[in-house]
C-alpha cells in the first residue's frame, strides 16, 4: 500500500510531489530545504537550514509512522564546500548513531537562498 505524506505546502501539488512517500516498510522522503514552515521563512546561515532540514525530515517521518533511527539513505546537497565543515556536527548530533549511507554533493539548488537540501530513504526496522 502506497501512502503520500505532505507538509500542507501548496507547492508540493503545484510541483507534483510528496515530503515523503511510504511503500510497505520503505519511506522515501523528499528532498528537503531550510525553510522555517512554522514562519516560511529561510535562516540565512547552513547551521539554521541545516537544522530546519532535520527537523521538517523528522516530522515527515514521524508522520509517516517512522523514526530518524529507521533512517538508511541520507543525500546532502550543498552550495559551497565550505558548508560542509559547518554541517557535519549538526548531521553527526542527529544521525551519529544511526550512521546511514551518505553521500553529499556540492551543487547549485534551485533559489539563490537554499543552502543544503536533505532527502532520506528510511527502512522500517522489525
Not at 22 to 38: E, I, N, P
Not at 104 to 113: A, D, H, S, Y
Request: aromatic letters at 8%; glycine letters at 8%; proline letters at 5%.
Amino acid at each position: 500500500m502506497r501512502k503520500l505524506i505532505s507538509t500542507g505546502s501548496p507547492f508540493e501539488r503545484t510541483a507534483g510531489y510528496s515530503r515523503a512517500v511510504v511503500q510497505g516498510d520503505w519511506c522515501f522522503v523528499a528532498g528537503t530545504t531550510g525553510y522555517d514552515y512554522s514562519a516560511m521563512t529561510m535562516p540565512d546561515g547552513v547551521e539554521d537550514q541545516t537544522r530546519n532540514c532535520l527537523k521538517t525530515i523528522g516530522k515527515a517521518l514521524s508522520d509517516a509512522g517512522f523514526e530518524l533511527a529507521d533512517v538508511v539513505r541520507a543525500h546532502y546537497y550543498i552550495t559551497d564546500p565550505a558548508y560542509a565543515d559547518l554541517v557535519f556536527p549538526i548531521l553527526g548530533e542527529a544521525l551519529g548513531e544511526i550512521r546511514p549511507a551518505a553521500t553529499m554533493v556540492v551543487c547549485e539548488l534551485i533559489k539563490p537562498e537554499m543552502k543544503i537540501e536533505i532527502e532520506v530513504t528510511a527502512l522500517r526496522r522489525s
